[in-house]
C-alpha cells in the first residue's frame, strides 16, 4: 500500500514503494542522516523511495532537527518518534518542540508513529540493544508519552491523530 504523501503516490496500477531508513551509526554505516538518504535517492532518480526518519536516530545522528527534517523533505513518507532513551516521550533528553517544528515547517503531512521498544520480544531484544525495560511503568510510553506529543504537536501547529 502506497505510504500517503510519499512520491509516486499517484501512479496507477501496481507498485511498490522503497523506503530509506536513516539509522544511527551503531546500527548501520551506509545511510546515518535525511541528507544521506536524500542523496541515495536522488542518485538512483526512482519516484517510488520514500525517507523514513525516526527520532531516536536523528537525535544521535543529525545537527538539529530542523536540518534533518529539511534536507528529508522532498521524499519524507514517514516519521518514527521515540525517546532518545526509547523511553516515555517528555521524560528524557529529546527538544520535542524543535522536532515538532521542524516537522511543521516542512509542511510534512504524513504518518507520525509513536514507536517504543516498551514490551520487546527476548528474541530480538538483543539485536535491538534493549537490556532494561525503558519505562518504570510501560504503560506510561503510551498513557503519558502519547497525551505529551500530541501537545507539542499541537504547539507547533500539528495536529496527530
Known sequence: MPVPGARGQGRQGAWAQARHRACNRYETHLINRGIDAARIIERVGADNIFIHLDTYHMHIEEESFEAGFRAAAPYLGYVHVSEANRGVPGRGMLDWAACMKAIA???????????????????????????????????????VGLPFLREAARKAGLQLG
Open 105 to 143: 515547517d516542512i509542511g510534512y503531512s504524513g504518518a507520525i508513529t509513536l514507536e517504543s521498544m516498551n514490551h520487546v520480544d527476548v528474541d530480538i531484544a538483543g539485536g535491538l540493544a534493549v537490556w532494561r525495560p525503558v519505562a518504570e511503568n510501560p504503560d506510561d510510553v503510551i498513557g
